[in-house]
DNA sequence: GTCCTCAGCTTGTCTGAGGAGCTGATTCGG
DNA sequence: CCGAATCAGCTCCTCAGACAAGCTGAGGAC
């Protein structure tokens, strides 16, 4: 039998399997460590650390003389790895999910200094998309993109966005490596019109043009 | 000498720190379990189980017959400490520019199995409404809306909602300790008439609804 | 110089023992 | 009968020792 893992870490694998799977759901005592040892042909100790690996990632806690508890059905993850798994088309719908809000939050809440960036940031874009390399467009691009999200002025949109701008900046790249008329595709326009709008404090029209803008990048990779 | 904490938790909370401080660069191979037990006055399994727990963070990579290796400065829970620190009102609005755009999107994609999920989730909600104590009334609601993001089957915007949850959860309990009318105000019939318009297959009512929802509940703590 | 072998290190796993802490049933006092 | 104190039995926590499995680099064979 070929073993790929240490018996701990398929252990831990297990487990979470099962309370994934609801078989013991949040607040639940697991058994105890002689019988999770028996049921899963493994020594005590392994159990543990097993249990420990979980504990670190905060999914049980365990409490001297009373047992082992589950405190989260679903690991909490790292963000980058999330996305770098995650196909693209689901980040991207993830990425319209914020976007449309923070311009619909932005169209309320944008100061003269929101708009001035978005003058700066769209001139760039225009220059970029003229001649410059890939990547100098690409972050125009998401430079144009940032300042909207700014403009909601809310802290949890501004770092979701930059959470999603790594795996972002590598899918443009590798579509215009691919398909060089695609900046062309979404042009100037459609920026210049949803930065109008959020100019013009119509949150209903800054998100219905984000959401036309997105979705035409999300068409382009499926 | 008080111990509040396991003799593992402090031994990973050592090695934590000192791999914070630099005395371990990333990729740097640590001195044997052994050696670890002995400089920290524990024996080989609690440096183990520290190990252990420091995997399951990402902080630490052991590999048997070489050693255990840094692979990350810190741990990377990062989203947590900024739900943490955040505005209650930026975490609501980002919760709200998620589960709107799965309510979306729900509307399209929702299986039977779907609808399934929203009657049970509901019917516990509705009874937990009713009686029970408040832990349980947030986890049946939790329980609900984590139907409908699921039902919008897009894995990014799955995470998305778990990485909220904790935070969330911890500001429903505080509410409800202030205020016993809360539960009633944001009732079982606006949480229907969502489940009702992704049954229907209408996205705008969908998004609407949960929208008006999600704002009615931002409104309450600000 | 290149490849192979192997001794000596590392982590992985199991077992047995004893300590510390929680929990619920039992018992006692009212 | 009811409430509170008691405690036995369960849980996890820690240690120690033994052996297995796997990697690494030094040294020898070619």
């Not at 240490?6 to 019988?35: D, F, M, N, V, Y």
């Not at 008329?181 to 109008?196: E, G, K, L």
């Amino acid at each position: 039998m070929i073993r790929r893992h240490p018996l701990a870490e398929q252990a831990a694998e297990e487990l979470l399997r099962r309370i994934g799977s609801g078989e013991w759901p949040i607040g639940q005592k697991l058994p105890g460590e002689t019988t999770l040892a028996a049921q899963l042909g493994v020594g005590r100790s392994t159990i543990r650390e097993a249990v420990r690996e979980l504990a670190g990632r905060r999914v049980l806690e365990s409490r001297q003389g009373a047992g082992v508890f589950v405190i989260a059905q679903q690991a909490s993850e790292d963000w980058d790895q999330v996305l770098r798994r995650a196909d693209i088309t689901d980040v991207l719908e993830g990425r319209l999910a914020i976007e449309t809000e923070a311009a619909r939050l932005a169209a309320s809440r944008r100061t003269p200094a929101d708009l001035k960036t978005f003058r700066y940031t769209l001139a760039d874009r225009e220059k970029a998309a003229g001649k410059l390399p890939d990547d100098w467009y690409v972050e125009a691009d998401l430079a144009f993109h940032r300042a909207v999200i700014t403009a909601a002025h809310n802290a949890v949109l501004t770092e979701l966005f930059d959470t999603f701008v790594p795996r972002i900046r590598r899918a443009m790249l590798d579509m215009l490596k691919l398909d060089q008329d695609h900046r062309h595709r979404h042009d100037q326009a459609a920026h210049q019109a949803i930065a109008d709008a959020i100019r013009d404090r119509d949150p209903e029209l800054a998100t219905a043009r984000t959401r036309e803008h997105l979705s035409a990048v999300r068409a382009t990779v499926s």
